[in-house]
Nanobody
């Protein structure tokens, strides 16, 4: 069993940065692929970024490529999402997820989810 808890959300102005953290409990966490998703009001949950447990390959949605970076510190069982050059379109609740499926971009492929952290980008 893996439990996830996100933190680091907040209110920022356009162009600013935030770093989200996802702290995990459970001995098998570091063997899981991890992903970040987000959901804006009235919209479906969408893929943001993922990191594969084997080889550490990373994947990003086109909308965040070049601005967001996913990383992992296995010694702390924590996954990060560094978000730079934020825009109002990035406003959403951000969720981290973990699982072992091959497909990383679909929410349905993840087994474990955090409760989310709100990110608001507004001037």
């Amino acid at each position: 069993q893996v439990q996830l808890e996100e933190s680091g959300g907040g209110v920022v102005q356009p162009g600013e940065s935030l770093r989200l953290s996802c702290a995990a409990s459970g001995r098998t966490f570091n063997n899981n692929n991890v992903g970040w998703f987000r959901q804006a009001p009235g919209k479906e949950r969408e893929f943001v970024a993922a990191l594969r447990a084997t080889l550490g390959a990373t994947y990003y949605a086109e909308s965040v490529k070049g601005r967001f970076t996913i990383s992992r510190d296995p010694t702390k069982s924590t996954v990060y999402l560094q978000m730079n050059s934020l825009t109002p379109d990035d406003t959403a609740v951000y969720y981290c997820a973990a699982g072992s499926a091959v497909i990383l971009t679909s929410p349905s492929r993840y087994t474990y989810w955090g409760r989310g952290t709100q990110v608001t980008v507004s001037s």
